[in-house]
């Protein structure tokens, strides 16, 4: 993923028409995503895509609500096995699941997929660019 980040800052340079030392506040933006967050976003709309029945799922994902008929604030949060791995924690459905499980609440009730993405994309922006590449 580093490798994909410096080939996507040299190219952005070359794009944007700016030196090749310039920092990556330049470079970043609210509508220009480093490689990293891009693959947050994907993987956030693919479990939202799963929570609300848009995609065909062959493989069985549980969530509390269908382990215990307990009400409780994280029902609708998806069971994730535990991983020894850095493999098998980097695979789309695990790092998928445990990053819409981690968003807020609010983000996550959304029924469009359009108002999914743009509070994703504006929470990802606040929680990840700003503090990593922007300060």
């Not at 269908?66 to 009400?71: F, L, W």
């Not at 994730?80 to 850095?86: L, M, V």
């Not at 493999?87 to 445990?98: E, M, Q």
């Amino acid at each position: 993923m580093d490798r994909l980040e410096i080939i996507q800052r040299k190219a952005l340079r070359i794009v944007l028409n700016k030196p090749w030392f310039c920092s990556k506040k330049e470079i970043y933006s609210r509508e220009v995503f480093p490689v990293s967050v891009i693959s947050h976003v994907n993987s956030c709309i693919f479990a939202f895509k799963l929570t609300n029945g848009s995609i065909r799922n062959n493989v069985n994902i549980g969530t509390f609500a269908n382990a215990h008929q307990r009400v409780t604030r994280n029902r609708n949060d998806f069971i994730i096995r535990h991983s020894n791995t850095k493999l098998s924690a980097s695979n789309l459905y695990i790092r998928g699941l445990s990053l819409y499980n981690n968003l807020p609440r609010d983000i996550k009730n959304l029924t469009s997929i359009n108002n999914f993405k743009r509070q994703l994309k504006e929470h990802l922006y606040a929680t990840l660019v700003l503090p990593q590449y922007l300060m």
